[in-house]
């Protein structure tokens, strides 16, 4: 039983979906709020680059997109860490051919709409979302641009309209007992620049995620394809070092250079670009339930927003749409199964990315700057070297082993950072760091 | 200065504070989304009877109405407690003389009514409040029932709207940074009736609290100035004794007649009831910010809905109102410092009352009917009487103890159940409970 499906938003998420269903037979209509910008200019205000791993590249790859999409992406083997000094220090991800891909939002998001509309999806733009019932069975959206398009009607509609999603406030106004959440981290971020050198070249090296890591905040830069890297800088909005307490032009100055001195150099227009680009904040959403019955499921940043400081928040959308799909091949028409299985498995995992990601912020402003905790990475390399089963780091879990859930992935994180913790209070672990004995022991207290 | 302060409804609350408000000069208006209760009947759904405690009543004093009320209210001295063999055990609230107050809602909220127009409030009915924006300063209703109010400019505004609040909702779609969350119980609840007798009094013990405390769910019965008592079942929506089986009218006459055997025979109509009767949902909210510079704050369930088990949604929401009227005392024309004051001083209580009721929950649906807790509120008692200062039982400091912060007695509470749950494993604490030495031991573990 073939099904009319709605889709509410033509973002990432949205438009891969759309692939999905159409590929399955369904006739797929997508609402998008904003204009079309293949043929628009986008708006600023979302981030420019994003980082792909393996649980987006998977499902990318079942719409046979992966290699096409690694051809427009920048490979990143590790972070870059730019201490205040000016020293640099790599670290790798993961093993030796192990990386994440630096690839530009909207070129992806294009190409993903261009392939849905291919296999005969329909986009609407400029459609706003301003009622949505699913008992009643009523849609409507507005068109901003004062075009009409003709109403439909859907079997099914999925909310994959983002974080502030509003389906998902329609749903939240209209049904009782939903559960949601929405909380704010204490930082804000807002993107800079650094340009391509005056001979045409990357001004850093190419291949890592340059940080410079500062304890309760810091700076970041992913490289683009026109040889320039999207610098972002999260920061307090309040208190000592802060947005609130930079002001002036001289204010900015003043603290970039004593902060990111070899970053300054490389930033031509920073301070314009302080005083001119917006700041943005940081959300998590957490909610429930995702699905009504038969007839309505949220996906995405829409069910799950998270913060973007596990490079996570893509790939686990497109892991919704990947498994959501494999539950359809399951469960064939039996769409109250799918979605309820959709729900008890993604649930979980979308709770679990979301604390990951918080976590994630710690690690990346505090810890790599710390010797120990460098020390306590070298470790766990080696351990998944020699145990490539038995232990892999975090970090590894959730970028490099997209069969490993997210809510696998923070036990087993949670159980291996005990263990470390321990290993790390151990006296001359300076020198005894390579011992096989201590590997082994290590191992020993792995529970599976 | 005196400030044109508006209010956004007209609930006990909003009500309460509109009179404090003009005590001190303020010109206040209160628009409420509902039509004059003095003037149509009220729609179904809320509860009828509430528990007027401590709190409340300080509140209610300052106002010269706490005398007034206590005539139309009935004392309630402790827990009477049915078991499923018909006994009833009584459960003193606190010490000699001590007691919480049913009382009607309608008839409370109709007396600050009164009270507020007394003092030069005016109220306007059918107002749904569909703009609120401190910032650009709009403020619109929408007059459901047709009438044209001239709208009016406020210099600060108050949403006592209640848990679904319209202006919060306003609040949290148009300005960023704002946490959020909402979530429900497992179980609903449905109001059932006790009549008066035959020759015209009350079925049971009038000056009590009734519960039927059945491990996942619970009966209880507040007592009405009509000689009726107003029931309500506290029961989960699903799972094996739950709403969702209880299908017919067989269904619920076996499960009533076999769970509350001695209330059946007291509730005539209490199957007819069941099923026109709504099934209601149970919500916590927590949020912040609560303000926004000196323009704006939320007050009562709209800052912090929480669940009825402790009885003091309202006492809350009046203890609000008391509170920022001793900081308008304390800081004068100052509304910044006024309205971040009440800020910071309430939302911890605020937190700390909502979790107080949800743990009050399991204790009045399980705990109630087990010996050994009978037994350490009957230890608590005594302790109190020996030791007045030293321990006050948790459920006496939230109640009886208007000067302990809810936060300080969810502290306290925690600190106090820790020692006596060690207390209870003790051999023979049967016997050994009225031990003078043992009260010492208990008493030095007390921290402060």
């Known amino acids: 039983m073939k099904k009319n499906i709605t889709i509410i938003g033509a973002g990432l998420v949205g438009s891969l979906l759309s692939i999905y269903l159409s590929k399955r037979g369904h006739t797929v209509r997508i609402y998008e709020r904003r204009g079309d910008m293949r043929k628009e200019k986008m708006s600023a205000g979302r981030s420019i680059n994003l980082a792909l791993s393996d649980r987006g590249l998977l499902a990318l790859e079942k719409v046979g997109l992966a290699e096409e999409i690694k051809k427009i992406s920048i490979p990143m083997h590790g972070r870059s860490i730019h201490n205040p000094d000016g020293n640099i220090a790599f670290q790798p991800y993961g093993k030796e051919g192990q990386y994440i891909n630096s690839v530009s939002r909207g070129t992806l998001n294009m190409k993903l709409m261009d392939l849905a509309e291919q296999h005969g999806v329909q986009i609407f733009f400029h459609e706003k979302c301003t009622t949505l019932d699913w008992e009643k069975d009523v849609l409507e959206f507005e068109n901003t641009s004062g075009v009409s398009i003709p109403s439909s009607k859907a079997d099914l509609v999925f909310a994959a309209d983002g974080a502030f999603s509003a389906a998902r406030l329609q ?46 905040y810091m700076l970041i830069a992913l490289p683009n394809l026109d040889k320039t890297f999207t610098c972002t800088l999260f920061f307090p909005f309040e208190g000592e070092a802060s947005f609130d307490k930079l002001k002036t032009e001289t204010d900015v100055k003043n603290f970039f250079e004593k902060t990111f001195p070899d970053a300054v150099p490389l930033m031509p227009d920073y301070i314009n670009e302080f005083f001119t680009n917006p700041t943005s904040s940081l959300v998590t959403v957490k909610c429930f339930p995702w699905i009504r019955e038969d007839k309505f499921a949220l996906i995405g940043d829409a069910a799950h927003a998270i913060v973007p400081f596990f490079g996570q928040g893509m790939n686990c959308g497109f892991e919704d749409c990947r498994v959501l799909d494999e539950l359809i091949e399951k469960n064939g028409d039996d769409w109250t199964s799918i979605l309820q299985q959709y729900q008890t498995l993604r649930k979980p ?40 089963e038995k232990w892999i780091p975090a970090y590894s879990q959730v970028t490099f082993s997209p069969h490993i859930r997210y809510s696998e992935a923070l036990k087993r994180g949670h159980m291996q950072e005990a263990i470390m913790q321990d290993v790390m209070k151990l006296e001359n672990i300076g020198e005894t760091w390579d011992n096989p004995d201590l590997h082994e022991q290590i191992i020993q207290q792995v529970q599976h």
Request: proline share 5%; hydrophobic share 35%.
């Open 349 to 388: 995992d979308g709770d679990a990315i979301a604390d990951l990601a918080i976590n994630n912020f710690t690690e990346m402003r505090d810890r790599t700057a710390d010797p120990i905790f460098l020390l306590q990475k070298k470790i766990e390399a080696r351990l998944h070297e020699k145990y490539p």
């Open 171 to 216: 749903h939240q106004l209209r049904h009782d007992k939903f559960n949601y959440q929405q909380y704010y981290i204490d930082c804000g971020y807002k993107e800079l620049t650094i340009p391509a050198t005056a001979d045409g070249n990357f001004a850093m090296e190419v291949n890592a995620l340059h940080i410079w890591p500062r304890k309760d």
